[in-house]
């Protein structure tokens, strides 16, 4: 089908998985249906399973939640394009950017679930090698983030900043003692809240370096293309448009920080601000994230075969 209706898409990252997410796309027929028939095959495992019926602890294995939000949010994806909705650009938070790539064809879908399987495996890894951890930081500025964490890191161990949402929610990263260091020093700074995360290792930091170089290697073996729209990076926070700068970000990707809130500047804090943006996906955590900071666009959460039924409606309305 031609496309109908052209709009930017986000993906949502780890953490936004939940026990019987995409059965509905799984038992409604069509291209969702026809690919989640296929994603056991592509892994040699029974992740559907797991999906549709848990247990959640099983589910939130990083090895297991990252190739099912992949497979939910390229479902989605599958299912939008068969209704005539397409990218007009694509970015993804964390592991959501290798669902954005899938979307916008520069990943085969079977190497995207192998590829984010691998991913999550060696990210567990890492934090049993070297136990680390991250914590929320809410209510204070990137600059004075950055600066506790430099001060920490001179003198207690590593912390950085690994997540920057939006303008009041941060999250960092390293080992565990300087976490906890980091904490108390940003609450004495002005943060309104620090808050532990509940995750295996210490992503998106220094820490995770041995996990990206075997990350790296085996990238090498992917077959990546150019994205058929651009893609906004997370190390960048600019749109990319080749295979090898995909290529190159991606290996970066578990050491760098997700530049979210940039990413989503990028995507609707211009001058002529886009009438809709779709999360593609499970949940609604990066729609409900930016609606307030752009107010002149609609956030659109997809998940669901009832949304799939409202969702060109509901982009009709905006155009």
């Given at each position: 089908?031609?496309?109908?209706?052209?709009?930017?898409?986000?993906?949502?990252?780890?953490?936004?998985?939940?026990?019987?997410?995409?059965?509905?796309?799984?038992?409604?027929?069509?291209?969702?249906?026809?690919?989640?028939?296929t994603?056991?095959?592509?892994?040699?495992?029974e992740l559907?399973?797991?999906?549709?019926?848990g247990?959640?602890e099983?589910?939130?294995?990083t090895?297991?939640?990252?190739?099912?939000?992949?497979?939910?949010?390229?479902a989605?994806?599958?299912?939008?394009?068969?209704q005539?909705?397409?990218?007009?650009?694509?970015?993804?938070?964390?592991?959501?950017?290798?669902?954005?790539?899938?979307?916008?064809?520069?990943?085969?879908?079977?190497?995207?679930?192998?590829?984010?399987?691998?991913?999550?495996?060696?990210?567990f890894?890492?934090g049993q090698?070297?136990?680390?951890?991250?914590?929320?930081?809410?209510?204070?500025?990137?600059d004075?983030v950055?600066?506790?964490?430099?001060q920490?890191?001179?003198?207690?161990?590593v912390?950085?900043?690994?997540?920057?949402?939006s303008?009041?929610?941060?999250?960092?990263s390293?080992?565990?003692?300087?976490?906890?260091?980091?904490?108390?020093?940003?609450?004495?700074?002005?943060a309104k809240r620090?808050i532990?995360?509940?995750?295996?290792?210490a992503?998106h930091?220094?820490?995770?370096?041995?996990?990206?170089?075997?990350?790296?290697?085996?990238l090498?073996?992917i077959?990546?293309?150019?994205?058929s729209?651009?893609?906004v990076?997370?190390?960048?926070?600019?749109?990319?448009?080749?295979?090898?700068e995909?290529?190159?970000?991606?290996?970066?990707?578990?050491?760098s920080?997700?530049?979210?809130?940039?990413?989503?500047?990028?995507?609707?804090?211009?001058?002529k601000?886009?009438?809709?943006?779709?999360?593609?996906?499970?949940?609604?955590?990066?729609?409900?994230?930016a609606k307030?900071a752009?107010?002149?666009?609609?956030?659109?959460?997809?998940?669901?075969?009832?949304?799939?039924?409202?969702?060109?409606?509901?982009?009709?309305?905006?155009?």
């Amino acid at each position: 089908m031609a496309a109908q209706h052209r709009v930017p898409m986000i993906f949502p990252g780890q953490g936004s998985q939940k026990v019987g997410m995409a059965q509905d796309l799984a038992n409604g027929g069509g291209a969702a249906s026809a690919y989640l028939a296929t994603v056991n095959q592509a892994l040699g495992d029974e992740l559907t399973s797991i999906m549709f019926e848990g247990p959640a602890e099983k589910l939130t294995e990083t090895h297991h939640a990252q190739p099912a939000i992949l497979a939910h949010s390229v479902a989605v994806a599958l299912a939008l394009r068969e209704q005539g909705i397409e990218p007009s650009l694509v970015a993804g938070h964390s592991l959501g950017e290798f669902s954005a790539a899938v979307a916008a064809g520069a990943i085969e879908p079977a190497d995207g679930l192998c590829l984010v399987r691998r991913r999550g495996e060696l990210m567990f890894a890492a934090g049993q090698e070297t136990p680390g951890t991250m914590a929320a930081v809410l209510g204070l500025g990137a600059d004075d983030v950055r600066a506790v964490c430099e001060q920490i890191t001179a003198s207690t161990g590593v912390v950085v900043l690994a997540n920057h949402n939006s303008e009041g929610q941060i999250a960092i990263s390293g080992e565990v003692a300087a976490v906890a260091a980091a904490g108390d020093a940003l609450k004495e700074a002005g943060a309104k809240r620090v808050i532990p995360l509940n995750v295996s290792g210490a992503f998106h930091s220094p820490l995770l370096e041995n996990a990206a170089t075997a990350f790296r290697d085996h990238l090498a073996g992917i077959t990546i293309s150019d994205p058929s729209v651009p893609l906004v990076a997370n190390v960048s926070a600019q749109p990319v448009n080749t295979a090898d700068e995909l290529k190159s970000g991606f290996g970066q990707q578990l050491t760098s920080p997700v530049l979210w809130r940039d990413i989503m500047q990028e995507i609707a804090g211009g001058a002529k601000p886009p009438r809709v943006v779709l999360e593609v996906g499970p949940g609604r955590v990066l729609a409900n994230l930016a609606k307030r900071a752009y107010p002149e666009t609609t956030f659109i959460a997809v998940g669901t075969t009832a949304d799939l039924e409202s969702v060109a409606a509901k982009i009709a309305e905006c155009s």
